[in-house]
Structures are given as C-alpha cells and as structure tokens.
C-alpha cells in the first residue's frame, strides 16, 4: 500500500467568500463574507449544505469577517455578536439538517485575523485582540466542537488567538486546530518571515489537534508539511488557496483584485492534495477558490484508494 493511502486523512472543503462570488453573489463590498449574512443568509446555509453533501464531517463557521475591522466599514461595528451568532446558527442548522444515527458531523468556529489577512504588520496588539476573539468564542462556544485559529500570518498573531482559548472557560476545554499562510515565494516561511518550526514550537505548547498551512500556493504548503511533519510534534496537513502569489502589502480594499491560478484545476488540486499526504499530511483540502466540485473528486480519490479511510471534511471562509 502506497504512503498515500496508509494514514487517516481529514478533509476540509473550500472557500465560503470566494464561491459565493462565483456563485453571483456579491462579496466585494468590503464586508467579505459576512456580507453574504445580511443580503444572502439562504445561500451561506445551502453552501454549507453543499460541502456536507460531498462529504463533509466538519464545517467550518462563516465568521472570517464578523469582526469589527470589516463590519465598520458599513457602520456595522456593532452588529459583530448578531453576525457571529447568525453564522454559528446556519453551520450549525445545515449540520444538524444532514446528521444522522450513522454519521455524526462537527461545527468548527472560526478565529481570523482581526485586520487584514496575509498583514503580519497589521496584527493589533494584545490588549486589543484578546477582547474581540473573547467575543467571538463567547458566541460560539456552546455550539460548536473545536476552534480554528485560521490563516494566522505571525506567531503573535496565532499565540493571541491561543491564549485567549486557552484563558476562555467556556472555550478550554474544547479542542482547536491553527493554520498559518505562507509566504508564497519561500520555502516553510510564515508571511511575517519567521520560520515555520519557530511558530510550531511556539504554540504546541496549546495542544492544538493539528497545526495546518492554508491560504497559500500549494508549492509553499507542500514544503512547510514536509517541515513539519518531520518535527513530530503533532499533527500536520494544509489547504491551498487558488490564487496566485499574493503580492507583499496586500489588502481585501485594494483595487489591485488577487489573480487565479487557472493551472490548479480539479486534476491538479487533487494531485497536489496527494502529494501533502505523501509528505505526512493528515488534514487536507481547499482555501479560496477551491469549490465543492473540487472537494468531492477529493473525497472520491481518498475513497477510491482505501474504503474505509476515515474522511473529515471541512469547510472555509
């Protein structure tokens, strides 16, 4: 049996902003995502629901810009609890809409940067930090299953995420995963520079159920996976964004839009998706870009090369 196939794999599905784009749905309002929740709750749900449908055990909250960075854009820095509930509430209604006695699925909530992404420059301080990701665990704690500390670009950045969890009673003891992005243009660099054994060390100390690479060309996951992996510090896996390397000082505001990479396509994602497995991923899947149709041929392969390989799907912002 080949390296590919021995290990239990755990999936994640792809982007929530992106394919609602390509969906018609209009998300370049600043708002992101969570513009999708004032104008288009119906479809955030059934996007879920799709991702469910392809296989997924995991989904992942549409709460990547809840935050008040993005919500005072539109004068709406005050309806950041209303919007983290209501995308809490639609994962968890489509989870429990697919559920049944013979699978069980988990809701995962999502932690992001709380400025821009890809922006380690950006991070906020502690004292800012630690209050806003409180609220968004505050309102997610009694409904979801485990964390996400996602796209995370600095170790500061993740380590506010983790300690604030971490001090969180109603959030401690509910396990979490962190996933940093990569610089595109390196091999296992963060995009603040720092190396990725420095980060992992940094917040193995958490526990975290695995430590992942996202948001990133699958060539910078690939080589960050195979970094880690050697560590044996805990579990390793990434899902690559379908983007182009994203140019230094990039922002969701910028007139300049981000380029797909039209060679990643369903063959290719699903090849490089092996190749993170050979490398000793055992969490894979789709960032930004990446839709269900991409999943599913995933969740197929896995299938194909061993039936009864435990799958975990999850999906993304």
């Known amino acids: 049996m080949s390296e590919v196939t021995e290990k239990s794999v755990t999936v994640f599905d792809g982007s929530m902003g992106e394919e609602l784009a390509d969906r018609g749905f209009s998300t370049r309002d600043g708002l992101w995502s969570a513009g999708a929740l004032l104008n288009h709750p119906t479809e955030v749900y059934r996007l879920h629901r799709d991702y469910l449908n392809v296989g997924a055990q995991i989904i992942i909250t549409n709460t ?15 309806r950041v609890r209303e919007l983290t509930l209501l995308a809490t509430q639609l994962a968890r209604q489509a989870l429990d809409d ?6 069980t699925s988990r809701l995962a909530g999502c932690l992001p940067p709380l400025s821009e992404s890809y922006r380690p420059d950006l991070v906020p301080p502690v004292h800012e930090a630690k209050p806003i990701y409180s609220e968004l665990i505050d ?6 299953d485990v ?7 600095s170790i500061d950045e993740a380590m506010h995420v983790a ?23 390196k091999e296992a660099v963060l995009r603040s520079g ?4 420095a980060a992992i060390r940094a917040v193995a100390r958490f526990q975290p159920e695995a430590i992942l690479f996202n948001c990133s060309t699958p060539e910078a996951i690939l080589s960050s996976i195979a970094a880690a992996a050697k560590l044996k510090v805990c579990k390793v896996g990434g899902y690559p964004n379908r983007f182009n390397p994203v140019p230094m000082g990039w922002t969701l505001d910028d007139e300049q839009e981000i ?22 991923a055992e969490y894979v899947g789709g960032c930004c870009g990446i839709g269900p149709r991409y999943i599913e041929a995933l969740t197929t392969s896995l299938n194909s090369a061993v039936p009864d390989t435990q799958q975990v799907v999850a999906s993304h912002n």
């Not at 300690?163 to 243009?185: G, M, Q, S």
């Not at 720092?194 to 054994?197: K, L, P, W």
């Open 64 to 78: 990547y810009s809840t935050i008040p960075s993005y919500l005072e854009k539109a004068g709406m820095g005050h």
């Open 98 to 103: 697919v559920n049944s006695a013979a699978r």
């Open 139 to 144: 309102c997610m704690a009694s409904s979801v």
């Open 147 to 153: 964390f996400l500390a996602e796209t995370m670009s």
């Open 163 to 185: 300690e604030c969890r971490a001090a969180h009673k109603r959030a401690v003891n509910l396990p979490w995963l962190v996933a940093f992005t990569l610089d595109d243009t």
């Open 194 to 197: 720092e190396g990725i054994e």
């Open 259 to 280: 380029t797909r990479n039209v060679e990643l396509n369903v063959d290719a994602f699903v090849s490089w998706s092996q190749r993170f497995i050979a490398a000793g």
